[in-house]
């Protein structure tokens, strides 16, 4: 069951850059990793009850780098919480909506996550993400 919104993700050239944007709001990213198999870096800004994910691509034909190549930089996805991504992603099969992802995968922070592309999800890309336990 989707219990929330979990983040925000921004597609950015630099999370660097970005950064000093969102230290002029008085925000403070609060961790950045790698996640290698989506060939992105990632950091997480709280802001309020929920986070902003910047999504800086490591390279050119990355799936965030085609993005930004094709849109420039803005809003990736919103990604929704789930208690029960396995049950969730179920339903929505249930259901015939078209998922990315041929099963749950790791997402950051050692979530596990579902995508649902723009055109299965109202025009924006959604994620449904259940955290680490």
């Known amino acids: 069951m989707i219990t929330g919104l979990d ?4 597609a950015v050239s630099s999370i660097e850059e970005a950064r000093t944007f969102y230290e002029k709001l ?21 802001c ?31 990604c929704m919480r789930s208690d029960d991504i396995h049950e969730d992603d179920a339903k929505l099969r249930e259901d ?10 790791p997402g950051a922070e050692g979530a596990t996550g579902q995508v649902l592309p723009p055109k299965s ?4 890309r959604r994620e449904l993400s259940e955290p680490a336990r």
């Open 7 to 10: 983040h925000v993700a921004i």
């Open 26 to 46: 008085g925000l403070e990213i609060t961790a950045i990793e790698v996640v290698e198999h989506e060939g992105v870096r990632v950091a997480m800004i709280p």
């Open 48 to 78: 309020g009850g929920t986070r902003i994910e910047l999504l800086e691509p490591l390279s050119g034909d990355s799936p965030v780098g085609r993005f930004l190549e094709r849109r420039g930089p803005g809003v990736h996805h919103l």
């Open 96 to 105: 015939g909506l078209s998922l990315l992802r041929g099963r749950p995968g």
């Open 121 to 124: 999800a109202g025009g924006v």
